[in-house]
């Protein structure tokens, strides 16, 4: 059974940065993209960055230029990499992988205060 697990969660102060991880447990077939989700308090869940196996990359329009995605694909491992973070930014992460199926991690929360 496949399990995604998130790191890097917390509290920072807005400008801050913090890194969020995501590393997978479980056989895996061929990853073909890798994604991360988040949902704020009251509101729906969206991707802000997705990479896929050959390396191309999509963010929201709202995170384009601070946040970067990147993988360790012998690991099955998905970083976040997230600059100059603003309140708008607090939300529970969640990371997403897909092979045949997509799978999902529990979510590491971020809080960005003003």
């Known amino acids: 059974q496949v399990q995604l697990e998130e790191f890097g969660g917390g509290l920072v102060q807005s400008g801050g940065s913090l890194r969020l991880s995501c590393a997978a447990s479980?056989?895996?077939?061929?990853?073909?993209?890798m994604s991360w989700y988040r949902q704020a308090p009251g509101g729906q869940r969206e991707r802000v960055a997705f990479?896929?196996?050959?390396?191309?990359?999509d963010y929201a329009d709202s995170v384009k230029g601070r946040f970067t995605i990147s993988r360790d694909n012998t690991k099955s491992t998905v970083w976040l990499q997230m600059n100059s973070l603003k309140p708008e930014d607090t939300a529970v992460y969640y990371c997403?992988?897909?092979?045949?199926?997509?799978?999902w991690g529990h979510g590491t929360r971020v809080t960005v205060s003003p």
């Open positions: 997403q992988m897909r092979d045949h199926n997509d799978y």
């Open positions: 479980g056989r895996l077939f061929t990853i073909t993209s």
């Open positions: 990479l896929t196996i050959g390396g191309t990359t």
